[in-house]
């Protein structure tokens, strides 16, 4: 409960939150296909919102508590691992999406499900089960896939390495009949898909780079708490030097805590599980760091949500310390514990790595209109009509609306409001062209930049 914050909703999460406000369920599946993009293709967890609002939770706070039941479940799936809940408990990763209005946390708990499926899989194999772990390593997969069309690709990647595991199952009838509930179920997901690429539905392309997959690493891993963060960087990569006395260290300690698990794995299974969990792992990364390079997907950690279990469990097995006394496994493990929990807390309270503040800048948009200003909102619009509803004006939704589709020009304006100019005035040196239009910088609430006339 403590990563649940009432930060400001940053863009994608006041877009969820806004959406579900919709009465009537059939007026939210035609408002959800009206503004398009990325949420369309995250069915369950979009319509998870919906019912959640229905329950009476419409708070920043309120709205977020929806990922706890994910959580739950990710600590429960791995619990066979000794040290499973304290790890994972502690990565600063899940600290911050834990208390994200998106479904990352719904991938992580997803991809963990998957996970102890693969295990049940492998211990039935083992013991002449059957079909042990099917149902368990199915459920795990069309969560990912439910979740959003990119975790679909982690679904992949596990099927592959069952059918690597037990290529039997492929000529056994009591393996079809069994799985035809989810053959049906997976088939209508992705005619739906299917059908939401083929209308346009997609996340915005805004450049793709193996860049930036890098830095999604460098997230997951859990070194942003003692690092810059992403926006710090986006300005000046060179920033990330000043922070190497402490980030090699620690790298070095959860990459040792890492490969010291990683290779307690690697003794007690087969060349053929090794194979099969490699796949499983390297097969969807490979396919996004095609898509971003091709399609101009811009990979971040938070798409790589559903491979955290395959990060953070080897740190687990690396504490249990069923290893010779000449490798210090408990040590390390330890230090990777502590370094992870100094990022999380880091993180969680250190206001660099809070949210944009959308509320601070959509409350004085609204003022500024109760005073019949004119407003240039340069600036995704469903954090405003959000906020808007929250004050009981939900009148103003159309009109910020307007102020995105149909803005007034530079010169009848009395306010400007920017959140990233690079994106919103393109090519255009902002400071000099705002200064030449009679405008001064009066307020940065963060991710914001307020431009007034005297």
């Not at 209308?199 to 193996?210: D, F, K, N, Y």
């Not at 090699?248 to 299974?269: N, V």
């Not at 902002?430 to 239009?437: Q, R, V």
Request: charged share 15%; net charge positive.
């Amino acid at each position: 409960m403590l990563a649940i914050t009432s930060q400001s909703f940053w863009m994608d999460e006041a877009g969820g939150a806004f959406k579900s406000l919709t009465p009537g369920f059939s007026n939210w599946v035609s408002t959800m296909f009206r503004f398009g993009g990325s949420d369309v293709q995250m069915p369950f967890y979009m319509c998870g919102l919906w019912l959640w609002h229905r329950l009476g939770f419409i708070s920043e706070y309120g709205f977020r508590l929806i990922n706890i039941p994910f959580l739950i479940l990710m600590v429960l799936a791995l619990k066979r691992v000794r040290f499973w809940p304290l790890v994972c408990l502690t990565s600063p990763f899940l600290i911050y999406y834990v208390g994200e209005l998106r479904p990352y946390t719904m991938q992580m708990a997803a991809g963990s499900l998957a996970a102890l499926g693969i295990f049940r899989i492998i211990d039935g194999k083992r013991n002449g089960q059957e079909l042990s772990g099917l149902h368990t390593t199915a459920a795990g997969c069309f969560l990912l896939c439910a979740s959003s069309l990119s975790a679909a690709v982690f679904a992949l990647g596990i099927a592959c390495a069952v059918a690597i595991i037990r290529p039997d199952w492929i000529r056994k009838k009591i393996f079809w009949l069994r799985s035809i509930p989810w053959m049906v179920s997976a088939s209508i997901l992705a005619a739906y898909f299917i059908y939401t690429l083929l209308e346009g539905h997609r996340a915005a392309s805004t450049g793709g780079s193996l860049l930036s997959m890098g830095f999604g690493f460098y997230e997951m891993i859990g070194l942003v708490g003692l690092g810059p963060s992403r926006d710090m960087i986006r300005e000046n990569p060179s920033i990330v030097l000043r922070s190497l006395p402490w980030l090699l260290p620690a790298t070095l300690i959860i990459f040792f805590a890492w490969l010291i698990g990683a290779f307690s794995a690697y003794r007690s299974t087969t060349p053929r599980e090794r194979i099969a969990i490699i796949v499983a792992v390297a097969l969807p990364l490979l396919v996004l760091a095609v898509t971003s390079l091709v399609a101009q997907f811009q990979v971040l950690g938070r798409h790589l949500s559903p491979a955290i279990p395959a990060l953070l469990l080897p740190v687990a097995t690396c504490l249990s310390g069923n290893f010779p006394k000449k490798i210090p496994a408990i040590s390390i493990g330890s230090a990777a514990i502590l370094i992870s929990l100094t990022s999380a807390l880091l993180i969680r309270f250190n206001p660099i790595h809070f949210r944009d503040d959308y509320r601070t800048a959509s409350h004085l948009a609204i003022a500024l209109l109760d005073e019949n200003q004119t407003i240039l909102w340069k600036a995704d619009t469903a954090a405003p009509s959000y906020y808007a509803y929250r004050k009981n004006r939900a009148s103003l939704t159309d009109t910020f609306m307007a102020l995105e589709s149909h803005p007034p020009a530079i010169e009848s304006a009395d306010c400007v409001i920017i959140n990233r100019p690079d994106l919103r005035f393109p090519s255009i040196n902002h400071k000099t062209y705002l200064l030449e239009n009679g405008f001064t910088l009066t307020e940065t609430p963060k991710g914001f930049e307020i431009w007034k006339t005297p």
